[in-house]
């Protein structure tokens, strides 16, 4: 980065705890993502010969790495570039990226946008009412209902591509032990296991045990055929690990607590919305959440989302939605000096 590039504007929302930094490219003065759709403008970010978790350097990349890198970001930062929708029946798209690189999908970041959208004025919504917000993301396209009441957004719903199953009770041994592992496709491909299968918990005491088992699920699930996506490379892999446990079941249906360790060991502080959406395909599976039903989905934090299966479905696999929370926790105008020899920053 450097002259006109060496600013960056942001708002900065979270949802349920997972922070999302939103940079509007054009807004912001930064060149346009090359590409025809938003999975091409993806690919674009990445770079030729990289992936999701290792994109090859590039302005727009040292943009993505000052604003999630220390002393501007941290380890757990998420965040998007919104960028042209793929047509008109979308009213934009968004690239969605964290401290390793880039992701296909993102629940809690289409929570935030749609906020941003109807706080922006940039998708007209009613005081009282709901408004629909369509976003363009790599895999596909999703859509965020924003609720509101007296003026106020109250709620979000995030509707996200069709999940299916991957696999079922594919072995895995890690250094806690063997565990069996459920593979489910929700924009991104996750990895689901039992914590009590490895022994854990699902606590903030547990976080090194439950990130080291999750990285091993990931690494041993490198080349499982259940982890391809009939869309191509770009949606295939394991993008997170969910290791969950059960709680009492609500009167409305399941009850379980979660974390999802994603990409090279990050934290997801909320539930994880697209990992939401991949427990919803896997219970409807088992028989454990009928017509009508709710999952209520807890996070390490604390902190809840609602999910459900939608009414109707398709060939691809069943439609679900996501309920939670998103506010706004501040707008920034980040610098880098070019005498600063930190440059963009640094990980711990």
């Not at 009414?311 to 691809?316: K, L, N």
Request: glycine share 14%; proline share 7%; aromatic share 6%.
């Amino acid at each position: 980065m450097s002259g006109a590039s060496a600013v960056v504007r942001t708002v900065d929302y979270h949802a349920a705890g997972e922070p999302f930094r939103i940079v509007d490219v054009a807004a912001a003065g930064l060149p346009p993502v090359p590409g025809d759709t938003v999975a091409e403008r993806c690919a674009t970010a990445i770079g030729p010969g990289g992936s999701g978790t290792a994109p090859r350097r590039s302005p727009l990349d040292d943009v993505r790495r000052l604003l999630v890198q220390e002393p501007r970001g941290h380890a757990g930062m998420y965040g998007g570039f919104v960028v042209p929708p793929d047509d008109d029946g979308a009213h934009f798209g968004v690239l969605f990226w964290h401290k390793d690189g880039y992701s296909t999908a993102c629940g809690h970041g289409t929570m935030a946008l749609g906020a941003w959208a109807v706080a922006t004025g940039r998708v007209a919504a009613p005081d009282d009412g709901d408004a629909q917000v369509r976003i363009d993301v790599p895999s596909g396209r999703v859509a965020a209902t924003v609720h509101r009441s007296g003026g106020r957004t109250t709620g979000v719903t995030f509707r996200g591509v069709p999940a299916r199953v991957g696999a079922r009770k594919v072995p895995v041994a890690t250094t806690l032990g063997m565990a069996e592992v459920d593979l489910a496709h929700a924009g991104a491909c996750y990895a689901s296991v039992a914590a009590r299968d490895l022994g854990l918990e699902v606590s903030r005491a547990a976080l090194p045990e439950l990130v080291r088992a999750g990285q091993e699920i990931r690494a041993a699930l490198a080349t499982h055929p259940g982890t391809w996506h009939p869309g191509g490379p770009l949606l295939s892999g394991v993008y997170g690990v969910i290791l969950h446990e059960e709680l009492p079941d609500t009167p409305f249906g399941p009850h379980q607590r979660n974390v999802t360790v994603f990409a090279d060991g990050q934290i997801d502080r909320s539930p994880c919305g697209s990992g939401t959406s991949a427990r919803l395909v896997l219970l409807a599976e088992d028989g454990r959440l009928g017509a009508g039903e709710d999952l209520l989905h807890e996070s390490v934090a604390g902190t809840v989302f609602t999910g459900r299966v939608a009414a109707g479905g398709s060939r691809d696999g069943l439609v679900t939605e996501v309920t939670g929370t998103a506010y706004r926790t501040g707008e920034h105008t980040f610098l880098l000096d070019p005498q600063d020899a930190l440059g963009p920053g640094f990980l711990l």
